[in-house]
């Protein structure tokens, strides 16, 4: 297998963490998104989606998008699971994670595709092309600031995103709050319970990838 | 169990349309999302975001989110699955779940909440109130018109959302088409790969539901 990456990406990131959470070890190679590369015909030859993480099978067929890359890599490296150990947590797993996915991820998103200056006509990624909305922009400040105060409320009463369960969720929500630093927001100073489950899961080995 | 639904809502309607399909009969309970029921105390202790669809098991216990749900019903009621036989065609089944729910399903409800009088600051569900962008709401119409284009050229290599295997990716991709409808988006008539698809999907009897 070889996965497609980009060092400085939050989205293959959010794989990445994964990866060394469960010890995978798979070919990598970078994709320089800074150069358009995804862009090149080379690439969308392997994701006509022209986005990073892609794991490429040895068979040659490709799987895009973070979600569906981790949990393929569960399904064959069960060992260590991220997505839940029964029905009802597998269920929890993948509220929490669509939660923090659609409201801070795509917020974070939000707020830097519709002002960076190099991103004019990429609003959104995928391969149309979408104008900047300054007010999309301010929006998406708006939702990282009620993220952030809604994770603080949650971990007031739960170790992590669900419940005493460290999971893809957990990820997902750390490589947010890390995102959020691209357009100036960090976690706010009484916001305590959120610093302190922040603290917990960035001291892991695997926030490092 | 029981299933909070709203008989009019869209995303309700993609858990009942998987539930027809697999033949799964629960309690059923009606959330008066017009009169804004969602935002009751009543409803707030079964679901904190306000939204329908939620599955409440016999403990007390729910489940907020559509594809959480459904894939909670996958693994309880596991004839003919809906999201995959195989790894690999789980991968392919959630991708492709993911990206008919961001391409289309999003599109339409920025389309419509952006723009529809009775939501001015509801403009996305969910806890926290925000105004329309009226740039947002055109935003989701072109997105609309995109996401046509790339599902009839999909179609024309491919029975289903993923290859000639029906999966729930196919019930949301439906969904989605016959939400456009309320921001005046049909399939074009020269989209003759989707129309195909549609009509086919659509003549299944779970479509009814």
Redesign the interface.
Known sequence: MKFYDCATAPSPRRVRVFMAEKNIHIETIQVDLGSGEQFSDEFKAINP?MEVPVLQ?DDG?S???V???C??LE??YPDNPLYGRT??E???V??AN??VNA?GFMAGAEALRNSAPGMKNR??P???N?SQ?P??AA?GL??ID?CFS?LNAHFESNQYMVEDYFSVADISAMVFIDFAKWVKKRVPEDHTNLARWYAEVSQRPSAKA
Do not use: F, T, W
Request: hydrophobic share 35%; aromatic share 6%; proline share 5%.
């Open positions: 989606l099978l067929s799987i895009s998008q979600n569906a890359i949990q393929y399904e064959i029905p009802m597998r269920a929890l993948d509220s669509n939660r409201g609003a959104l995928g391969p149309h979408y909305i007010e999309l929006r708006q939702r009620n809604d």
